[in-house]
């Protein structure tokens, strides 16, 4: 496995973010090592929150929300997923897989001893932390699924997946940004599938993606406080040319919203442990997100744990509600800590 490592000089002095970098080797199952980094702030015994970011961000994403909940005496890690933020990246497409986030993140956790904590999971921070969550119950006491889902597609149309298929393959044109967006905003549970095929398209087949702009205007276009140029460049960081960016341009592809995806065994496994799960499960969303608007629904009907917790509809905040609503979410998971043991 061919592996890039982002220099270190390229994550100096990022506004926000003082944070001392933390490393541990994992098998990248080729006989190979990964690097992954993480934040790890707060007292050595506090509870432990894991802040699980998401594509195409970092744990530079949660840097609003660890200081509040490191002053509420909360133990805070924030890995940063393979193939971005300061830990390594493979250079394939066919590196990335959503069972292999799973597992390096898995052997992350396992390294890192982590026991009793409260996962908060947004976008693949979500899809990959539930999983673990499903996989290694006994290390997780609680979860917050914030904008994020845990997607399973069992049955569809032969149309309907037929379209889809031949909207991805590479002889239908890319679409343009502007075609993409729209897409995204007009999701709906309906033609979901369809819908965020832009997006993955798009992605994959835009060499050099524009990371920090897309951030920037997807916290902007939600009504959030605009990004300043020097957050912007702390989220291209990771990133010095587009050799770098193959974990943003891949991951899209993995979402399983299509029957036939190679990890719906794994879904299915996950789903069983989920509908028997009596620990406390909370959902906070955002009224504005069109890309998981719904999925808190599916959790409230399908997971026990769900009963009785004070879930949250957050006004605002977009997709990235760590940067449009950051204040909040502290409140709120420090909230559900302290009321939940």
């Known amino acids: 496995m061919q592996v890039l490592r982002t220099p270190d000089e390229r994550f100096a002095n990022l506004p926000g973010f003082p944070f001392e970098p933390h490393y541990t080797n994992v098998a990248d199952g080729e006989g190979?090592?990964?690097?992954?980094?993480?934040?790890?702030?707060?007292?050595?015994?506090?509870?432990?929150?894991?802040c699980m970011h998401g594509q195409p961000t970092w744990s530079y994403l949660y840097r609003k929300m660890i200081p509040l909940l490191v002053a509420d005496g909360l133990r805070v890690l924030a890995p940063d997923l393979v193939g971005f933020g300061r830990s390594d990246?493979?250079?394939?497409?066919?590196?990335?897989?959503?069972?292999?986030?799973?597992?390096?993140?898995?052997?992350?956790?396992a390294a890192n001893e982590v026991q009793g904590a409260t996962l908060v999971g947004q976008d693949w921070g979500g899809l990959i932390g539930l999983r673990m969550a499903a996989e290694n119950p006994d290390r997780f006491e609680r979860i917050v699924a914030a904008n994020t889902g845990l997607p399973l597609a069992l049955d569809m149309p032969e149309d309907r997946l037929r379209a889809v298929k031949e909207f991805l393959s590479p002889a239908t044109p890319t679409p343009s940004m502007q075609e993409m967006a729209a897409a995204l905003a007009s999701i709906d549970a309906g033609a979901r599938e369809s819908k965020f095929a832009y997006w993955q398209k798009w992605t994959w087949e835009t060499e050099d993606l524009p990371i920090g702009m897309m951030v920037g205007m997807s916290v902007a276009g939600a009504g959030g406080s605009p990004l300043t140029a020097e957050e912007i460049a702390a989220y291209d960081a990771p990133f010095p040319d587009p050799s770098y960016k193959m974990g943003p341009r891949a991951m899209p592809r993995q979402v399983p919203l299509l029957p036939d995806a190679p990890c719906v065994a794994e879904q299915i496994a996950a789903w069983k442990v989920f509908r028997e799960w009596r620990k406390p499960f909370l959902c906070t969303f955002t009224d504005n997100d069109p890309v998981t608007g719904g999925a808190d629904a599916l959790f409230r009907e399908r997971v026990p744990g769900t009963q009785g917790q004070p879930h949250q509809t957050i006004e605002g905040g977009g997709h990235f509600l760590q940067e449009g609503r950051g204040e909040a979410l502290a409140r709120i998971v420090s909230d559900f800590v302290r009321t939940s043991s």
């Open 32 to 50: 190979g090592t990964l690097r992954i980094h993480h934040v790890d702030e707060g007292p050595r015994d506090g509870p432990i929150v894991l």
């Open 89 to 109: 990246k493979p250079t394939r497409r066919e590196d990335y897989s959503y069972n292999r986030q799973v597992e390096w993140l898995t052997a992350w956790l």
